[in-house]
Nanobody, 122 residues
């Protein structure tokens, strides 16, 4: 079974750090582009970061300089290191995969992991 599982969310204070993990199974991890998404209450889901063969590593503007994404293909795991967290980072974070060289979008992702809630208090 093709799966992604996201871990690591929690409740933290502003300026704290968290590391999320996204573990894949049932598919060849390195054949896919993997992205982190988040959805805050009342807002649309947005892609936070992505690793793809086409674009390398990319981030949405609001997290640049604070978030770092990396992957370990041997462990089939993608990480999202989040530093200097802000209340506006509060959201359900999930990971998704699209086959090939381009970052997944809501329309191209073929595998979604369950979300993990990140809550940042002020």
């Amino acid at each position: 079974e093709v799966q992604l599982q996201a871990f690591g969310g929690g409740l933290v204070q502003a300026r704290a750090s968290l590391r999320l993990s996204c573990v894949g199974s049932g598919f060849t991890f390195e054949d896919y582009a993997i992205g982190w998404f988040r959805q805050a209450p009342g807002k649309e889901r947005e892609r936070v970061s992505c690793i793809s063969k086409h674009t390398g590593t990319s981030y949405t503007e609001s997290v640049k300089g604070r978030f770092t994404t990396s992957s370990d293909n041997a462990r089939k795991t993608m990480y999202l290191e989040m530093n200097d967290l802000k209340p506006e980072d509060t959201a359900v974070y999930s990971c998704a995969a699209a086959w090939g060289h381009y970052c997944p979008t809501e329309y191209t992702a073929v595998v979604w992991g369950q979300g993990t809630l990140v809550t940042v208090s002020s």
